[in-house]
Nanobody, 126 residues
């Protein structure tokens, strides 16, 4: 697996979680030079954009539903992408996927991403 997502789990509403996405092998160079993003998919729903970050980290974008609660960041030395999730809500329950974009920009479009991690499940109980 070239992109390994981790950090999901079962939490209560209002709690925090931090997701990680580690790049391995030849994808280390790819993810260092490309935009990265987080998407999520709830049961019975389509995959939706959560957050993205440009290759230099200078630009970040968030969906309206998570802006102000989630923070995307990247550690180039560790080849890792993060998603800090605070004030979690039950509607945040989903499988979260990290992805590497084709280009350097941050994007909200799934079609702009060509490498995907396997997903990590986040369950928020009330």
């Amino acid at each position: 697996v070239q992109l390994q997502a981790s950090g999901g789990g079962l939490v209560q509403a209002g709690d925090s979680l931090r997701l990680s996405c580690a790049a391995a092998g030849r994808f280390v160079r790819t993810t260092s030079n490309n935009g990265m993003g987080w998407f999520r998919q709830a049961p019975g729903e389509e995959r939706e954009f959560v957050a993205s970050i440009s290759w230099r980290g200078g630009s970040t974008y968030y969906s309206d539903s998570v802006r102000g609660r989630f923070t995307i960041s990247r550690d180039y030395s560790a080849n890792t992408l993060y998603l800090q999730m605070n004030s979690l809500k039950t509607e945040d329950t989903a499988v979260y996927y990290c992805a590497a974009a084709r280009g350097a920009s941050a994007s909200s479009r799934p079609a702009d991403y060509n490498y995907w991690g396997q997903g990590t499940l986040v369950t928020v109980s009330s």
